[in-house]
């Protein structure tokens, strides 16, 4: 028998008859990290194969981005052992609950103050500098470490100002460390809470193509497999829920009329634009039906030129990729 990878829970089939198509999936997160840095590893050793072959100016390029993927393998490999050795508990997750409390639509911004006040995820921080932060060029590592020893609430302002999608206000080389920290508390509170507080997160739906449990952007959708054939998903880019969404609808307008794909080879190809040709924006569909190996953070990143593509194309990226944030 094989040991079942997934980082997506089974599912439930006690309940006879035609399964109702879930609203909101939780990951099983020690799995999804798992995968997530397998995944980055693997191509980053693609990267360096294909460099080593390559005879043209851009192989130093490629050799780059090897270094980059490595990288974050080694940063969703720290927040995995984050997750194992530190879990975070319903007292700490308290603060994301109060953000869920009294609203419909799409979660609340955090405040700064939430943010000062939340220490699990500047710890979270912390460590990861400490862990995967070790050889990063002397410049950007310094940075790294004032914002560790900052006392005047310089990382919480930091923070808040990426999660409400004030990038260029970001510090660089901070932000890949920030997300994931936030993202490593988010996701654990949401899954907390969904399994202590059920109704809290029931009935929630997308607005605006933003989480419904945390409001942040999605980083991609999925069509799913096995028990879930052909069911599509956005993923969440913070929190990792994953919300349905009905396949060629829209997922920022809810326009269905002019929903195009786009890729660069066959028609099956695993990886797809689909763009909304109502509002102009687009996400990427990582057929995970076509490729199982597909993790959307990584497999995101790895496929850069589709964005360029449709972006020459005037269409706007509806999603955000926590280690590639727009400048
Ligand atoms: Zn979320
Ligand atoms: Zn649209």
């Known amino acids: 028998m094989m040991k ?18 879930e609203p909101l999936i939780f990951p099983k997160l020690a799995a999804l990290y798992a995968r997530r840095s397998a995944r980055l590893e693997a191509l980053a050793s693609r990267l360096v194969t294909d460099a080593a072959e390559d005879e043209s100016s851009s192989a130093p390029a490629g050799e780059e981005q090897a270094g980059y993927f490595s990288f974050l393998a080694g940063l969703v490999a720290a927040q995995r052992r984050l997750l194992e050795e530190s879990p975070l508990s319903l007292a700490q997750a308290e603060p994301v609950r109060v953000l869920l409390q009294g609203t419909k639509a799409s979660p609340e911004v955090p405040s700064r103050q939430m943010l000062a006040e939340a220490v699990y995820w500047q710890d979270a921080f912390a460590r990861l500098v400490a862990e995967a932060g070790v050889h990063l060029p002397p410049e950007t590592r310094a940075g790294l470490d004032a914002l560790v020893s900052d006392t005047s609430g310089a990382l919480a302002e930091q923070a808040f100002l990426l999660l409400s999608g004030q990038y260029d206000r970001v510090d660089a080389g901070a932000a890949v460390f920030l997300w994931s920290a936030l993202s490593v508390y988010w996701a654990q509170a949401i899954a907390l809470l969904a399994r202590e507080t059920g109704e809290l997160l029931h009935n929630r739906r997308s607005e605006g193509g933003a989480c419904p449990c945390c409001g942040a952007p999605p980083s991609g959708a999925l069509v799913l497999t096995g028990d879930r054939e052909g069911l599509r998903y956005l993923q969440c880019s913070l929190c990792e829920t994953r919300w349905h969404k009905v396949r060629a609808t829209c997922s920022v307008c809810d326009a269905t009329d002019h929903i195009d794909y786009w890729s660069f080879e066959s028609t099956d190809a695993p990886i797809q634009g689909e763009t909304c040709g109502d509002c102009h924006s687009y996400v990427k569909l990582f057929r995970l039906d076509r490729d199982p190996e597909l993790e959307v953070s990584a497999d995101d990143l790895a496929s850069v030129a589709l964005d360029s593509a449709l972006e020459d194309q005037g269409f706007i990226r509806a999603t955000l990729n926590p280690f590639s944030f727009p400048a």
């Open 4 to 21: 079942d990878q997934s980082d997506i829970p089974s599912l439930d089939k006690r309940i006879p008859g035609v399964p109702a198509i």
